[in-house]
Nanobody, 125 residues
Framework: QVQLVESGGGLVQAGGSLRLSCAAS????????MGWFRQAPGKEREFVAA????????YYADSVKGRFTISRDNAKRTVYLQMNSLKPEDTAVYYC??????????????????WGQGTQVTVSS
């Protein structure tokens, strides 16, 4: 069992930066691949980024590639999403998730076992 709590969301101007954190409970955090998703009002949940349990491989949605970076600190049981050059279209609730399925692109919500409650990111133009 893994419980996930996101933090770090807020209001930022276009072009600005935010770093989201996702703190996990449970001794097996380091064995899970981790992902970030987002959901804007009236839209489906959208994949953002994923990171393998060891931190050695990652995968990003084309819309955030080059602007966002996913990382993790297994000793702190925390995964991060550094978001730079933010755009108004990045506005959404951001969720972190933990996956025990074999590593792949991890872009589908169905591949994840546990989810956080989400943190709001609003980018003003």
């Amino acid at each position: 069992q893994v419980q996930l709590v996101e933090s770090g969301g807020g209001l930022v101007q276009a072009g600005g930066s935010l770093r989201l954190s996702c703190a996990a409970s449970g001794r097996t955090f380091s064995s899970y691949d981790m992902g970030w998703f987002r959901q804007a009002p009236g839209k489906e949940r959208e994949f953002v980024a994923a990171l393998i349990w060891s931190g050695s491989e990652s995968y990003y949605a084309d819309s955030v590639k080059g602007r966002f970076t996913i990382s993790r600190d297994n000793a702190k049981r925390t995964v991060y999403l550094q978001m730079n050059s933010l755009k108004p279209e990045d506005t959404a609730v951001y969720y972190c998730a933990a996956s025990s399925t074999p590593w792949g692109t991890k872009s589908r919500p169905s591949e994840y076992d546990y989810w956080g409650q989400g943190t709001q990111v609003t980018v003003s133009s």
